[in-house]
């Protein structure tokens, strides 16, 4: 049993939909840290949780009143910080979305790790947000932060991390979103996370060229002339390490990533395919620029399996992890 002390400032574990497999791999998770030195809270209504702790055969969540006592209640179950009972999933997770984001803009947990919602189940109640990210930075748009702000998010997973220049639209509309100021921006949020947050100095930035073999010199489009190639050149101007427009087919093997530390993705699945195929069962969502440390399991409610106990937590406990290192790196970098 590793007998290290616990974090007295956990993270914030959020509840997800509570009708897709959020409960289950929390509790998974938890039972995969019990014996470490892991500490987060879950911000949820108890009742949610008890009958999947009871279907797993597993301790009931421990209620604690305030996120400091979840060092203590670690080893016996999931420290769980009770919200009210909401009147429907879409609100239970909503409530657990804004509870945790309270409790990491005003310091008493590290950071946030958000479990999957459905955009569909909050799109019918009302929800005005695209998904996670834009909700995450409208709730924290006013805290101070120092730096160029996001959201920009970023997919970790298999020695490759991506962030994305546009994420929830059509390709076609996203093809029509790029401009040299959203690549730009993109960058700049990149660089400044993997310094303060990653701990890595001088980072290296990759940029993904758009059409095949990167345009071939305008033979194949012209979108690289006209929009990558000078959005580079201006990172280049502000003291940025980047390379690129860079063949989207040679620049994700062994190789190539060696010579960057993350790669700028100009669309959704050109960024997401290679981290899945690399390590699909450990990808995680990072959401840079925000004034609090966010990540997220790479994954959806996997309604169809929820409540069968089948649900991996790999996702989830990776996503703990690497929450909890990037809270230790910027707290050091402060």
Same mark, same amino acid.
């Given at each position: ?53 009871? *279907? ?16 203590? *209640?670690? *080893? ?154 000078? *959005? ?103």
């Amino acid at each position: 049993m590793n007998t290290a002390p616990r974090a007295t400032t956990p993270l914030a574990l959020t509840l997800g939909d509570p009708d897709g497999i959020g409960p289950e791999i929390s509790l998974k998770a938890w039972q995969h840290h019990r014996d470490t030195d892991a500490c987060y809270v879950l911000l949820a209504d108890p009742d949610r949780i008890v009958p999947v702790a009871d *279907a797993l055969s597993l301790p009931r969540p421990i209620v604690i009143e305030h996120p400091e006592e979840a060092a203590t *209640a670690f *080893a016996r179950g999931l420290p769980t910080l009770a919200l009210a009972a909401a009147s429907s999933s879409a609100n239970a997770a909503l409530s657990s979305i804004e509870a945790a984001v309270g409790a990491a803009l005003d310091g008493t947990v590290s950071g946030v790790v958000t479990n999957p919602i459905s955009k569909s189940v909050l799109y019918k109640a009302g929800f005005q947000f695209p998904g996670h990210t834009e909700y995450l930075a409208h709730l924290s748009a006013n805290a101070t932060f120092r730096g160029a702000k996001g959201p920009v998010m970023m997919l970790s997973g298999g020695g490759l991390r991506c962030a994305l220049v546009t994420i929830h639209q059509p390709l076609r509309k996203a093809i029509d979103a790029l401009t040299v100021d959203r690549i730009r921006h993109t960058a700049t949020v990149t660089a400044e996370a993997l310094e303060r947050d990653f701990a890595i100095r001088r980072p290296r930035l990759a940029v993904a060229g758009l059409n095949p073999h990167a345009g071939e010199g305008g033979a194949l489009g012209q979108e690289e002339i006209q929009i990558v190639e000078p *959005a580079i050149e201006a990172l280049r101007m502000a003291g940025l390490d980047v390379i690129g427009p860079m063949p989207p087919d040679t620049m994700f093997h062994a190789e190539a990533r060696a010579h960057y530390d993350a790669a700028i993705c100009l669309y959704h699945d050109q960024g997401l395919i290679p981290v899945k195929t690399l390590d699909f069962h450990r990808g995680v969502n990072v959401t840079l620029g925000l004034p609090m440390i966010r990540t997220s399991p790479d994954h959806g409610t996997a309604f169809g399996i929820a409540g069968q106990g089948l649900a991996r937590p790999d996702s989830l406990i990776a996503a703990i992890e690497l929450g909890a290192q990037l809270s230790v790196n910027r707290a050091r970098a402060s």
